[in-house]
């Protein structure tokens, strides 16, 4: 059974800096996507970047607009992880992070295109 485990969530100023790191334990199947959403109170889960494979070391990433040039999604195959490098933060960014994957996604952000997900870790911005 394969497991996404999410870390390095926290609390910041706004301006600063945090790196999410989603592990998979387990038997590693072949996946299509990983992606990030968040969720804030009160508000639907949202895609936040993913990070899809396209042939061989060949992958193509996904940002929403709101964190476009301020996120950056990657990952390291060997080490069965993907991250997300977030700079900049506002406190708009506050909510809970959770990472996510799919065998088969046709929309990278779109949460329900997703059937594996991670428990999901905190981010809060303060101003």
């Known amino acids: 059974q394969v497991e996404l485990v999410e870390s390095g969530g926290g609390s910041v100023q706004a301006g600063g800096s945090l790196r999410l790191s989603c592990a998979a334990s387990?038997?590693?199947?072949?996946?299509?996507?990983m992606g990030w959403f968040r969720q804030a109170p009160g508000k639907e889960r949202e895609g936040v970047a993913a990070?899809?494979?396209?042939?061989?070391?060949?992958?193509?990433?996904y940002y929403a607009d709101s964190v476009k040039g301020r996120f950056t999604i990657s990952q390291d195959n060997a080490l069965k992880t993907v991250y997300l490098q977030m700079d900049s933060l506002r406190p708009g960014d506050t909510a809970m992070y959770y990472c996510?994957?799919?065998?088969?996604?046709?929309?990278?952000?779109?949460?329900?295109?997703?059937?594996?997900w991670g428990q999901g870790t905190q981010v809060t911005v303060s101003s």
């Open positions: 996510a994957a799919s065998a088969l996604v046709s929309v990278p952000l779109r949460p329900a295109d997703y059937d594996l």
């Open positions: 387990g038997y590693t199947y072949s996946r299509d996507c």
């Open positions: 990070i899809c494979t396209r042939s061989a070391n060949t992958y193509t990433a």
